[in-house]
């Protein structure tokens, strides 16, 4: 199948790669020349084990090609793949011009039916706001399909050709199946391909997130813990693994996880935490304790005080969660400093007994000395 995929960075690199190897003819998009030009050598600007070697071998194959043309692209590919970057803006809530910007331009460029799928991290909401796009910018149909991504740094590859689950959201159910084809060759293994709405497919995303900041915000609290035993043990092995091998999902130890939490507050936040309050006192006050003994009084901690001032008292609950998501900065710092002062203990300890091991050499020596003469004086 001819793809297009428009964005190189970390999302579009590995997809678009990734679909190559499995026999798809794709095209790569940027507006980045360096990058391009780069690209089209084989090289890439940053490290994923096994992304460069695949890279190099669908290039010599020629089922791999970068260009800048994105209106080539876009005729040539059935389907066409949105994986351009959204920074997380001032509010920390990600910023989708590029996402936007992208849909209108491979609107214009359309000569007929087209498959437009979003990959890029976005709002619940933005496929209606895509479909927009396209329809103004077109008189061609079209079809959008959510598509998020579920990768983790230093273990993207193998994540995507062996993914735990592919999420589809759309409702067009022959785009929906063209998609599906192109995922089947990654989940031979079992692991499901779920078809839902778009908005879920979407929500699905921060859900992720979400949950996986809280996650390892959990495992990390139990570092002091024997390596490994307790944590397979209670179940979060996954978790536990993928923290101590640094394959952290990239957007989970990112503020972005935290703007996933704030994404679903905004969408689930209806009053359901007054179930668990007590009397007239705000959810605010009631976790305010627990807030400040886990996050301490820290700047973070701080900056999220004045937040919650600023906000009614629903979803309190979820921003307990938020802040302790925040917290696995602080504790990985916190972590570093440890590690530093037992390395300083620990040379100090070895001294001292090097010292003490001496003194003790020195004394069983002068011992032996003085043994000795006194033999002799005998």
């Known amino acids: ?177 063209l998609v599906k084809e192109l995922y089947e060759p990654f989940v031979r293994t079992g692991n499901p391909i779920l078809i839902m709405d778009a908005r879920s497919a979407e929500m699905s995303k921060y859900a992720a997130n979400g949950m996986l900041a809280a996650k390892i915000s959990f495992i990390n609290n139990m570092a002091g813990l024997p390596d490994g035993e307790v944590p397979q043990g209670g179940g979060g092995s996954e978790v536990a693994a993928a923290y101590q091998q640094a394959k952290i999902q990239k957007d989970a130890v990112r503020s972005s996880a935290l703007a996933s939490l704030k994404q679903i507050q905004l969408e689930t936040t209806s009053g359901q935490d007054g179930e668990h309050g007590h009397g007239d006192l705000p959810l605010s006050k009631q976790y305010e304790t627990e807030i400040k003994r886990y996050a301490g009084n820290t700047p973070e901690y701080q900056t999220w005080a004045r937040v919650m001032a600023a906000q009614n008292d629903r979803g309190a609950m979820v921003e307990l969660l938020k802040i302790k998501a925040l917290d696995l900065s602080l504790q990985e710092r916190q972590y570093r400093q440890w590690e530093r002062m037992e390395a300083q203990l620990a040379s100090a300890v070895a001294a001292k007994l090097k010292s003490q091991s001496r003194k003790a050499d020195a004394a069983a020596n002068a011992a032996v000395r003085q043994t000795a003469t006194s033999k002799l004086g005998s």
């Open 1 to 177: 199948m001819n793809l297009g995929v428009i964005g190189t960075g970390y999302v579009g690199l590995v997809a678009g790669t990734c679909f190559a190897e499995s026999g798809n003819d794709v095209t790569c998009v940027d507006i980045d020349e360096k990058k391009i030009s780069a690209l089209k050598m084989g090289r890439v600007s940053f490290y994923e084990p096994g992304l460069e070697e695949l890279v190099r071998r669908n290039l010599e194959e020629q089922r791999l090609s970068f260009t800048t043309d994105l209106k080539a692209t876009v005729r040539q590919a059935s389907v066409v793949f949105i994986a351009v970057g959204t920074p997380q803006g001032s509010d920390g809530a990600a910023d989708i011009e590029q996402v936007l910007a992208t849909a209108k331009a491979i609107g214009q460029a359309m000569d007929g039916y087209r498959v437009i799928v979003n990959k890029s991290t976005v709002p619940a909401g933005t496929a209606d706001r895509i479909r927009a796009l396209l329809a103004a910018a077109t008189s061609h149909p079209f079809a959008v399909v959510a598509n998020p991504e579920f990768l983790k740094e230093g273990a993207a590859v193998e994540d995507f050709m062996k993914p735990d689950r592919v999420v589809l959201g759309g409702d067009d159910s022959q785009a929906i199946e």
